[in-house]
C-alpha cells in the first residue's frame, strides 16, 4: 500500500499530465475547428469546457469497466479509435472549410477624391453563434463528442498507467478523475486563447476572420490525414 503522501503527489501529478493532455496536437486542432465558428469568447472558453465533460465521460466509463471487470482494451481496438479520431479531425475540418467559404458575403461601395472614383470592396464572415438559451445544448453537443472519441481513443495508456501505478482500483479511477478533471481545466484555458484572435478578428468581419477560419479548418484536415496514414 502507498502512503498517504504518495498517493496525493500521485493523484496530483495525474491532474498535471490531464493538464498536459489538452495540449496535443490532435485536440489543439480540435478546438481551433470547433472554436473558429464563434465570435463571443466566452462561448468559445465553452466548447473547451463541454470537451473535457466528453473527454472525462470517457476515460471514466473506461476506468471503471477495467478495473472492474479486468477487461484490457485490445491493441486493434485501440488503434481502430485512434484512426476514428483522424476520421473526426478531417471531417471537422472540411465542415469548417465548407461553412467558411459558403458563409462569405461581399459587398462594395464607391466614393471619390479630388474627383476621382474609388471602389471598395467587403467580405463579411458569416457567424454560427446564437443568442439563445435553447441552443445551449446545440452547442455543446459537437466538442462533447469530439471530446468522447479523444477519450475513448487515449483510454488505452491511460488505464496501463494508472493500474500500474495507483495501489488499489479505486485509486486508479480516482487518478483518472483527476486526470479528466486537469484535461478540462487544461483545455477551458486553451480553448479561451485559441477562440480569442477569432472574437477579435470578428470586430472587422472581413478578410481576417475568413483566414483564420480557412486556416484551422486546414489544420485540422491535414493533421487528420497525417494521422490516419502514420
Not at 477562440?195 to 476572420?209: D, K, M, S
Amino acid at each position: 500500500m502507498i502512503p498517504a503522501a504518495p498517493l496525493s503527489a500521485a493523484l496530483a501529478l495525474g491532474f498535471l499530465l490531464g493538464v498536459r493532455h489538452a495540449l496535443d496536437a490532435d485536440h489543439l486542432a480540435a478546438v481551433a475547428a470547433l472554436a473558429s465558428g464563434e465570435r463571443r469568447l466566452g462561448r468559445s472558453m465553452l466548447l473547451g469546457t463541454f470537451w473535457g465533460a466528453g473527454h472525462t465521460t470517457a476515460l471514466l466509463a473506461a476506468a471503471v469497466v477495467v478495473n472492474i471487470f479486468r477487461i484490457a482494451i485490445p491493441p486493434e481496438i485501440e488503434g481502430a479509435l485512434e484512426k476514428g479520431v483522424a476520421v473526426m479531425l478531417m471531417i471537422l475540418g472540411a465542415h469548417v472549410l465548407l461553412r467558411a467559404v459558403s458563409g462569405v458575403r461581399m459587398h462594395g461601395h464607391t466614393h471619390g477624391h479630388d474627383g476621382v472614383a474609388h471602389a471598395h470592396v467587403h467580405l463579411h464572415a458569416a457567424s454560427d453563434d446564437s443568442h439563445t438559451h435553447h441552443h445551449l445544448l446545440r452547442l455543446g453537443r459537437r466538442p462533447f463528442l469530439v471530446g468522447l472519441v479523444h477519450g475513448l481513443a487515449g483510454s488505452a495508456a491511460l488505464m496501463l498507467l494508472a493500474l500500474a501505478a495507483m495501489p488499489s482500483p479505486v485509486a486508479a479511477v480516482l487518478y483518472v478523475a483527476l486526470f479528466g478533471l486537469g484535461s478540462t481545466a487544461g483545455m477551458l484555458v486553451i480553448s479561451g486563447l485559441v477562440g480569442l484572435p477569432f472574437a477579435l478578428a470578428a470586430r472587422r468581419a472581413g478578410v481576417a476572420e475568413l483566414a483564420l477560419r480557412v486556416l484551422a479548418g486546414a489544420a485540422s484536415l491535414v493533421l487528420g490525414a497525417v494521422l490516419l496514414h502514420a
